[in-house]
């Protein structure tokens, strides 16, 4: 079983300011076939479902603001904020879709400063 | 609108049953995975199960034997029959839709509002 690990575990940053989040899987989740990463991101606000924000590592769902992107291959991946907003604060997750069972980090709290 | 609509969950004892159902309305459901996902109280996320377009079905180790997935297209709606329920499967479930099943985007592009499942005597 692949196996997700975020760091950190919570963050706060000033409003304005750039966020990252950090994702390390324990195994490759790039499927050599199609040279795609199957890692998503997700953000989750205090009593609602999950969101999902970016898909193949980089690729943002649409409608999702651009301050947010991520980056990463392989086993290392990356969810940055560029300018934190206030509506930013929740908990965001990183996903490996490549293999059954499908693993979620354990999540990092985001708070601003 | 795109929507999914859990309903089914409850207070049950340890041992027992539960059915829960997902409804879903404004895409072609049959061509979609979906997925169920959990999460206790103040805790994150965890993959439950799934089911293919052709039926077939995954679990984890965790609650293999005990849960099954089924859908029924006809009725655009999935199910998770759980049994042998413990205090441990406490958590609000969620159903997902897989996005990379027809768009060929990735991840759980939709989800519902979640229903809770209490297993408590």
């Known amino acids: 079983d692949i196996v997700m690990t975020q760091s950190p575990d919570s963050l706060a940053v000033s409003l304005g300011e750039r966020a990252t989040i950090n994702c390390k899987s324990s195994q490759s989740v790039l499927y050599s076939s199609n040279n795609k990463n199957y890692l998503a991101w997700y953000q989750q606000k205090l009593g609602q479902p999950p969101k999902l924000l970016i898909y193949?590592?980089?690729t943002r769902e649409s409608g999702v603001p651009d301050r947010f992107s991520g980056s990463g291959s392989g086993t290392d991946f990356t969810l940055t904020i560029s300018s934190l907003q206030a509506e930013d604060v929740a908990v965001y997750y990183c996903q490996q879709y490549y293999s059954t069972p499908y693993s979620f980090g354990q999540g990092t709290k985001l708070e601003i400063k | 609108e795109v929507q999914l609509v859990e309903s089914g969950g409850g207070l049950v004892q340890p041992g027992g049953s539960l059915r829960l159902s997902c409804a879903a309305s404004?895409?072609?459901?049959?061509?979609?995975?979906i997925h169920w996902v959990r999460q206790a109280t103040g805790k994150g996320l965890e993959w439950v199960s799934a089911i293919g377009t052709a039926g077939d079905t995954y679990y984890p180790g965790s609650v293999k034997g005990r849960f099954t997935i089924s859908r029924e297209n006809a009725k655009n709606s999935l199910y998770l029959q759980m049994n042998s329920l413990r205090a441990e499967d406490t958590a609000v479930y969620y159903c997902?839709?897989?996005?990379?099943?027809?768009?060929?985007?990735?991840?759980?592009?939709?989800w519902g509002q979640g229903t809770m499942v209490t297993v408590s005597s």
């Open positions: 404004g895409f072609t459901f049959s061509s979609y995975d």
């Open positions: 997902a839709r897989d996005g990379k099943s027809v768009a060929g985007t990735g991840g759980f592009d939709i």
């Open positions: 193949w590592a980089s």
